[in-house]
């Protein structure tokens, strides 16, 4: 596989040519968004205006209405979807003002600025947003809107607002299943519920379809059986079947291996608390498997059903990984990997740990060791892409990596700080 391994010098500078002026034409988007946000928001302010001069109580959606009409006519669209976009335009504009402006410059994306300004929902005061928005555009500068949502959830529950048990209450009662016909025989079913329970019900999916699979490689490797055709079903496929068959059925009566075990796998989720939280000395919010804030008061019900729980050291600044260990005994660097790095190490990867491989950075048949320096999480697109393709990866200590490009870009990917960290500006390793 040559992957750009036998590219020439000049192509080579082809590709990074291509690839500035692709950075610049996102740049560019980015701002023409954000001026067309600030527009839109302009019109709904119009509307407003006009409507606190009006005597009549529906005048202010009218004079919406009338705004939203004479741009979607201009423009040849709906205007129901711009009077929608008029009224998420003013609430970013109006609320993350700091974040509009960091799109407008260019130094974020519109999924950046969506990512934190979704987050930050909740937060009531201006200010507190502000400082806020601060936080989160220097972290979004340098990481994928994947990422960014990640932290910006955990990052929007350290700043005073109403408790997540109260949100949590309130959420709740938004919980509902739905489905939309897509064409083609196809239709989809969706369904919003308590994060945990939904984590779990995926896991148990996961865990299920993959077991199918090994059942099947199983009875191809046995000789009577090895004449019939591979299961061509990939993971999603068999997620997706697997839910149907218990949705149904009530058991996976349709895809079950020999010795009926798929009925006896459980849903599984990884959840980090602080201790403090757990004794009842704060309400600083855990997180589910590394992704977003759940509340107290789950949190401990599931550590008070676990069977044993991995005790997670953090430095008490940055935040980084100095230890894990375990009430009872199990594989110590694995765990310790997991909980370090949460997800693949590839900049811009948002793939969870569990879903990834641990990778020799340098090589085991050539001498690399295995040890915490020398092992990350990939996922299995870029463990091939750092296999055959001339992309490098270094260690640069303290669990972070510096990846280069085939155009000599340098990327440093540092792993996620845990759910104990305050603040995310000093992301550099602890001295340790």
Known sequence: MAALADATIEQIDALSALTDMLVEVERTISRLQAARDGILAVGSRLALEVAEQAEHPDHGEMSARTVAAEFATALRVSDRTVQRRMADAAWVVERFPLVWEAQGSGLISAAHARAVCEAGEHLDDAAIRDAYATQMIVFAETEAPARVGRMARRVAERFPSRPITERHRDAREKRSVWMRDLGDGMTQLGLLGPSALVHGVFERLTQMSTAVQESDSRELASPELASREP??????????????????????????????????????????????????????????????????????????????????????????????????????????????????????????????????????????????????????????LKHHSPWAVEPLGGGAYVWTSPTGRVYIDRPQPQNTVTFVEDCAPAPF
Not at 354 to 370: F, K, N, Q, S, V
């Open 231 to 384: 299961d061509p079903r990939t993971i999603a496929h068999l997620r997706a079947d697997l839910a149907l068959d218990l949705l149904l059925t009530g058991a996976p009566a349709g895809h079950d291996v020999p010795g009926g075990l798929l009925g006896a796998i459980r849903g599984s989720v990884s959840v980090t608390v602080p201790v403090t939280t757990l004794m009842g000395l704060d309400a600083t919010a855990a997180e589910l498997n590394g992704r977003t804030p759940i509340d107290p008061a789950t949190a401990r019900g599931f550590a008070d059903a676990a069977s044993g729980w991995d005790r997670i050291l953090t430095h008490p600044i940055s935040g980084a990984l100095l230890a894990v260990d375990r009430y009872r005994p199990g594989s110590e660097l694995k765990r310790h990997l997991r909980a370090r790095d949460q997800r693949c190490r590839f900049p811009a990867c948002g793939y969870a740990s569990t879903d990834c491989d641990i990778d020799h950075h340098h090589d085991a048949a050539l001498g690399g060791p295995t040890t915490e320096s020398n092992l990350g999480h990939l996922c299995r697109r870029h463990h091939m």
